[in-house]
Nanobody
Framework: QVQLVESGGGLVQPGGSLRLSCAAS????????MNWFRQAPGKERESVAS????????YYADSVKGRFTISRDNAKNTVYLQMNGLKPEDTAVYYC?????????WGQGTQVTVSS
């Protein structure tokens, strides 16, 4: 069992930056592939970025490539999403996700709003 708590969301102007954090507890963090998803109003939840267990391999959705960076600190049981060059279309609830084999866990989400 893994408990995930996201933080760092908020309101930012277009072109601005935010860093989301997701703190994990309850299991061995380094065993899990860590992911960020987002869900905008009226849309399906979509994958944004993924990190391998060591952090050495990452994946990004085309829509955020070059602007967002996923990283993790296994010593702190935390995964981050650095978001630069934010656009209004990045507005969504962002969710942290942990996966190990068939087990998957979700955080409660943090709202990111990009607006002038």
């Amino acid at each position: 069992q893994v408990q995930l708590v996201e933080s760092g969301g908020g309101l930012v102007q277009p072109g601005g930056s935010l860093r989301l954090s997701c703190a994990a507890s309850g299991s061995i963090f380094s065993r899990y592939t860590m992911n960020w998803f987002r869900q905008a109003p009226g849309k399906e939840r979509e994958s944004v970025a993924s990190s391998s267990r060591s952090g050495g391999s990452t994946y990004y959705a085309d829509s955020v490539k070059g602007r967002f960076t996923i990283s993790r600190d296994n010593a702190k049981n935390t995964v981050y999403l650095q978001m630069n060059g934010l656009k209004p279309e990045d507005t969504a609830v962002y969710y942290c996700n942990a996966r190990l084999a068939s087990n998957t866990y979700w955080g409660q989400g943090t709202q990111v709003t990009v607006s002038s």
